[in-house]
């Protein structure tokens, strides 16, 4: 029945769009003054026109049947006639077909709200997705983000790189990262080109053919004068690489801003663990307050790999690899709301690693990460994470950024050892324990939105929303003349 009357309808559809007439005919006027209408109003058909026979038709029968036609077919009813167009242009239809698509709904709305503008426009707070402004018109953004072109979007990270298309739901590829992300000297540029070759390589794709995205990492956080000629110069390496490359379009963005972004947020504050290090970022709508201060505490992933491992050969348990060790910390380990409490009960798990058989922990599932509050456990000198996160809340509280108290209070966890569970639980208890009530209430920490893929994720969105390439590229040219010139160089503007 619903097959048969879908057929009618784009019939008439189509026979309509194919027999000029006006919109304001006869066929308007007459049925307007019926008392007994199901579909459109009296009122809208005065001002839109009439549908003919359809007009027997309830309007969200209509709506639906527009829906089941799909976003091509409903595009072309807008040409048939002044009614159709109105039916066919209504924003709730283009939310629904935006919602089918690949990109989760929430992240489509916070990326054409927040994102749209590009990186240098101010950014508002942030919408729910219930809350959506309305001016947003969801046909034009649908029929922008269609002609977008897939973009490569590479995050090199500090342990391995993830690479992919913007247009995929996952990252395509891993492979390990060729940089020593910070140094500066003079063999960063040979290191930067074979590290992109590579990945050119293994996507089988020209460099000339896709704008790209890069996730930039976290590198000389100070806000000193040399700091920020360290990170000048590393963007402008990078910059320099991809356009001899004839890369069309770049954009570079901090790793800290998109896997907030990720989390749909523009201000708070990001703790990644990264592979060596684990950093406090604090971020104000969509800049990262380097003159607030970034806190690092001098151990990651690595040290927790490494001491899982320690504690290992302590009880005789014999293994092959690190990556063994990092396999069954990714598996059964996890952070202890109570670590004195924890202590006392039967713990005991085990997994499979492929290829070596069975392993079996019991405290040393959870003592391994305790590190990251005790970092003295595992021989190093450094404050705890919960330290050095309230100690960013409290240069946060006082810079009095427009005297809001409130854009802080939100943590995002970022870097693939923040997935541990229980870990967002104990750092909030930890906060709500350290630091006065005016400050802690409110707080919220979030585990990481996409897991250890969540800054390349912050990125797809950038490579997705319907301004790009546009607001957010910077093409050779541009590049070129920017650097000729005297000033701040347009480098500046992505820090």
């Known amino acids: 029945m619903a097959t048969q009357l879908l057929r009618k309808v784009w019939g008439s559809v189509l026979a309509r769009a194919g027999a000029p007439r006006d919109p304001d005919s006869s066929d308007s006027s007459s049925s307007s003054s019926s008392p007994r209408r199901r579909g459109p109003t009296a009122a809208a058909a005065a001002e839109y ?37 109105h039916l066919a242009s209504d924003n709730a239809l283009w939310a629904f077909f935006l919602s089918l698509g690949p990109e989760p709904w929430d992240l489509v709305v916070f990326a054409e709200t927040h994102l749209a503008a590009g990186p240098a426009s101010p950014r508002s707070v942030y919408y729910s997705a219930v809350r959506v402004p309305p001016q947003l018109s969801f046909k034009h953004i649908y029929g922008q983000r269609a002609l977008v072109p897939g973009s490569i979007v590479v995050d090199g990270g500090s342990g391995y790189c993830k690479y992919g298309w913007s247009k995929y739901a996952a990252p395509s590829g891993r492979c390990a990262t060729f940089l020593e992300f910070g140094n500066i000297e003079s063999p960063m540029y040979a290191r930067l080109r074979h590290f992109f070759s590579t990945i050119y390589t293994r996507m089988h794709v020209k460099p000339s053919a896709r704008p ?42 901090d790793q800290a801003l998109l896997a907030l972004y990720a989390a749909r947020r523009t201000s708070g504050i990001v703790v990644n663990i990264g592979f060596n290090a684990t950093s ?21 992933a690595l040290k927790l790999t490494g001491f899982l491992k320690e504690l290992m050969q302590r009880r005789n348990i014999s293994f092959e690899s690190l990556y063994t060790v990092r396999t069954i910390k990714e598996k059964i380990c996890y952070v202890a709301a109570d670590y004195e409490a924890e202590l006392c009960k039967d713990t005991q798990a085990s997994c ?24 003295h456990m595992g021989g190093v000198l450094a404050m705890g994470l919960h330290k050095a996160v309230s100690l960013c809340m ?22 693939g050892s923040s ?30 939105p996409f897991g250890t893929d969540t800054a390349w994720f912050g990125a797809k969105m950038i490579g997705t929303v319907s301004t790009f390439p546009d607001a957010w590229c910077v093409n050779k040219k541009q590049f070129r003349q920017k650097s000729r010139r005297s000033g701040p160089s347009l480098v500046n503007a992505w820090q």
């Open 394 to 415: 409290d240069h946060c509280y006082n810079a009095e950024v427009l005297g809001d108290h409130s854009w802080f209070k939100t943590v995002v966890l970022a870097g």
């Open 212 to 253: 790209i995205v890069v996730v930039l990492p976290l590198c000389h956080p100070d806000d000193t004068e040399s700091a920020r000629a360290s990170r000048k110069q590393y963007k402008e390496t990078l910059y320099s690489v991809l356009f001899d490359m004839n890369v069309p379009a770049v954009c570079a963005v």
């Open 280 to 300: 406090v970022v604090p971020i104000f709508q969509g800049r990262v307050m380097h003159e607030i201060g970034i806190e690092t505490v001098g151990q990651g």
């Open 419 to 448: 997935c541990l569970p229980g870990l967002p639980e104990r750092l909030e208890k930890e906060l709500h324990n350290l630091l006065p009530a005016y400050i802690s209430e409110g707080i919220r920490v979030l585990p990481p």
């Open 49 to 85: 026109g009439s549908l003919g026979a359809l007009d027997a038709v309830a309007t969200d029968v209509l709506a639906l049947i527009l829906r089941l036609l799909g976003p091509a077919d409903a595009a072309r009813s807008s040409a048939v006639c002044r009614a159709w167009r």
């Open 352 to 375: 499979e690693v492929d290829g070596e058989g069975w392993f079996t922990l019991a405290e040393e599932r959870f003592k391994m990460a305790e590190i990251l509050f005790q970092p």
